[in-house]
T-cell receptor, first 115, second 112 residues
């Protein structure tokens, strides 16, 4: 099962709200990723967790706060976002023991609109 | 830093015509991956190439990795409307095997 799930599918929030995006995978992958994607652009890496530890933070503003509660779950906490943060937020996972080692499997994404 | 250039940016074809997208790098790549993203969808992994001169086929799709491992191509034979989407190449950063460097993508439109 090469499925990554994300909730919610859509989110509209004001600049003073606090919300969270959730991601789950049951492929036994130990690397999980958050990406931001704007229209007609490639995904832009935000964070990488490896074995539940944050291994890459691509200088993301602190209004985005990632969390990895366990090896299957990844959260992205949002607070005081700006309208320019409106985008598709994608979660992905990869596993070194996957037959296609290094392949990243993406969830369907959360389409975020900040008003 | 490592960059992957992808051309063309857009391609519009008649159904049944062939299509090719190209990725190039000024540095040697350890691997190249290809993803497809349908309109309104998410990137879906297609294939990974790691060996110099490697050629892999998936039905009407042919993937090549150059002998010098600095370029790659994806060729679709006899396009169908189901091929519509954006095709991205990506390669892991030489110094960091968790960070993919993405091409800008080629957006394919197919006229029925």
């Amino acid at each position: 099962d090469t499925e990554v799930t994300q909730t919610p599918k859509h989110l509209v929030m004001g600049m003073t709200n606090k919300k969270s995006l959730k991601c789950e995978q049951h492929m036994g992958h130990r690397a999980m990723y958050w990406y931001k994607q704007k229209a007609k652009k490639p995904p832009e890496l935000m964070f990488v967790y490896s074995y539940e530890k944050l291994s890459i933070n691509e200088s993301v503003p602190s209004r985005f706060s990632p969390e990895c509660p366990n090896s299957s779950l990844l959260n992205l906490h949002l607070h005081a976002l700006q309208p320019e943060d409106s985008a598709l937020y994608l979660c992905a996972s990869s596993g070194r023991w996957d037959p296609q080692r290094g392949a990243q499997y993406f969830g369907p994404g959360t389409r975020l609109t900040v008003l | 830093g490592q960059q992957v250039m992808q051309i063309p940016q857009y391609q519009h074809v008649q159904e049944g015509e062939d299509f090719t997208t190209y990725c190039n790098s000024s540095t040697t790549l350890s691997n190249i991956q290809w993803y497809k993203q349908r309109p309104g969808g998410h990137p879906v992994f297609l294939i990974q190439l790691v060996k110099s001169g490697e050629v892999k086929k998936q039905k009407r799709l042919t993937f090549q990795f150059g002998e010098a491992k600095k370029n790659s191509s994806l060729h679709i034979t006899a396009t169908q409307t189901t091929d519509v989407g954006t095709y991205f190449c990506a390669s892991y950063n030489a110094g960091n095997n968790r960070k993919l460097i993405w091409g800008l993508g080629t957006s394919l439109a197919v006229n029925p």
